[in-house]
């Protein structure tokens, strides 16, 4: 597990900073019981969360990570959706266990920081203000910042242009197969947690330069 001392350091944010699962679980559940259907519980859609909301809501009305829903289910879905997560963003999410400890090391050992997500803006930033970690980033690269998303390579990309970083000096952390693929794509090392959301596989499989079980871990990977 060798990783090269980086000059920047880019972090997801639903599996590695933040257990969004809580809140993104009660708005499938009240959206489905809304349009008369099974509620699926926190389990389930832990397996679905990693590749935006909308993704989410295709895999919740059809109860499985692969596949597409009828087009007008969803058009009425999504916006019920939505309404929902707009009131709960943060209500019930909250910090892994060392994500405080670990972003402070990093702003104390000077790393150029940013955030990279999936999530789109409007939950991304008022769910980094709650929790308290808004302000640690230089830039937040979130799921509708660019023309395409993660596991494209261009939101890793373009981070490392606005700090004038080589992609080979730069570090993804991430929880998802989705950030293995746009971290190899740009040419960034990787690191991944454990504990994070990759669909039930575990990230292991995806051969990441390290995995770590919490980010107070950072210190024994970077000195």
């Known amino acids: 597990m060798a990783v090269k001392k980086p000059d920047m350091v880019l972090i997801d944010v639903d599996g590695t900073l933040v257990d969004s699962v809580p809140d993104l679980a009660y708005c499938v559940d009240e959206m489905m019981k809304q349009l008369d259907m099974p509620e699926h519980g926190d389990d389930k859609v832990r ?40 009131d709960n963003t943060c209500k019930r999410s909250h910090l892994y266990l060392g994500v405080q400890e670990g972003i402070e090391y ?7 920081l940013g955030c990279v997500t999936n999530k789109a803006a409007c ?16 830039i937040i690269i ?13 939101p890793l990309l373009h981070a490392a242009e606005f700090f004038g970083v080589k992609p080979e000096n730069a570090l ?9 693929k746009a971290a190899r794509a740009a040419g960034f090392q990787i690191i991944c947690m454990t504990y ?3 669909h039930g596989v575990d990230i292991r499989e ?3 330069d390290a995995v770590i079980d919490s980010m107070a871990d950072l210190p024994l990977l970077l000195n």
């Open 172 to 180: 993804m952390l991430g929880d998802s197969v989705s950030d293995v």
């Open 106 to 112: 990093l702003q104390a050992a000077g790393y150029k």
């Open 123 to 138: 939950f991304t930033e008022p769910l980094l203000q709650t929790l308290g970690i808004f302000d640690a980033f230089e």
């Open 196 to 198: 994070g959301y990759n």
């Open 206 to 208: 995806s051969n990441p």
């Open 142 to 154: 979130s799921g509708d910042t660019l023309a395409k998303k993660k596991p494209d390579p261009l």
């Open 47 to 86: 397996e679905w969360v990693g590749n935006g909301v909308e993704r989410l809501v295709r895999r919740a009305l059809i109860g499985q990570l692969d596949g597409e829903p009828d087009e007008a289910l969803f058009e009425k879905a999504y916006p019920i959706f939505l309404e929902l997560y707009t």
